[in-house]
């Protein structure tokens, strides 16, 4: 189960850090994924992190801005946000693929899916 939060109202400009708690004692073992949705539009990969926290990949569209990151011990998975825009508005989705499957950027890929949180930025 994946419960994820951390969204909210926010300024241009301004920083936010989402987090996505999992239950389950093979967190270790999974490679997660953040997504999101705006209005009106697809689904889109946005990052993914390895089992250790040792590899990332970004979307063209976040690099530089956007870095997840993970904490094992705590069962979490981040996403910092900084430098937001007002097309950053979505709801953020965290996924995690099955134990042991390597790094995917397609939503199909991933098996288990949290919430979502809502983040809105404005202008």
């Known amino acids: 189960q994946l419960q994820a939060s951390g969204g909210g109202l926010v300024q241009a400009g301004g920083s936010l850090r989402l987090s996505c708690a999992a239950s389950g004692r093979t967190f270790d073992s999974l490679y997660m994924g953040w997504f999101r949705q705006a209005p009106g539009k697809e689904r889109e990969f946005v990052a993914a992190?390895?089992?250790?926290?040792?590899?990332?990949y970004y979307a063209n569209s976040v690099k530089g801005r956007f870095t997840v990151s993970r904490d094992n011990a705590k069962n979490t998975v981040y996403l910092q946000i900084d430098t937001l825009k007002p097309e950053d508005t979505a709801v953020y989705y965290c996924?995690?693929?099955?134990?042991?499957?390597?790094?995917?950027?397609?939503?199909?890929?991933?098996?288990?899916w949290g919430q979502g949180t809502l983040v809105t930025v404005s202008s």
């Open positions: 996924a995690s693929r099955r134990p042991d499957e390597p790094l995917a950027i397609r939503e199909y890929e991933y098996s288990y």
């Open positions: 992190i390895s089992w250790s926290g040792g590899s990332t």
